[in-house]
Nanobody, 127 residues
Framework: QVQMVQSGGGSVQAGGSLRLSCAAS?????????LAWFRQAPGKQREGVAG????????KYARSVEGRFTISRDNAKETMYLHMNSLKPEDTGTYYC???????????????????WGEGTQVTVSP
């Protein structure tokens, strides 16, 4: 059974940094899948934050986070990361990792393209 287990997150003041991790297990072919991070604020739709290609050479970001967030992956550890710097209150929400064999890094905008999901982790940024 495929599992995507998230860790990290928490509460931080504006301008601070956090790192999210997402470890895959259960026989998933991790290095054969594109990966992405999404987030969802209360009362809002889930939105794509960033995507990364199979080998990690291609990364895509939402305009709202570009230059502040970095998506990365370690295929040997079957783990993906989201480094978040210069956090803003509007970054507050539940963050989800996602993986899919048939997706591309560009597909980070579309939740329907992703097969496997993490359980979500809360990020709260105070002013």
């Amino acid at each position: 059974q495929v599992q995507m287990v998230q860790s990290g997150g928490g509460s931080v003041q504006a301008g601070g940094s956090l790192r999210l991790s997402c470890a895959a297990s259960g026989g998933i072919t991790f290095d054969g899948m594109a990966l992405a991070w999404f987030r969802q604020a209360p009362g809002k739709q889930r939105e794509g934050v960033a995507g990364i290609s199979l080998g990690g050479s291609v990364t895509k970001y939402a305009r709202s986070v570009e230059g502040r967030f970095t998506i990365s992956r370690d295929n040997a550890k079957e783990t993906m990361y989201l480094h978040m710097n210069s956090l803003k209150p509007e970054d507050t929400g539940t963050y989800y990792c996602a993986a899919s064999r048939g997706a591309w890094a560009d597909d980070y905008r579309d939740p329907s393209k992703w097969t496997y999901w993490g359980e979500g982790t809360q990020v709260t940024v105070s002013p």
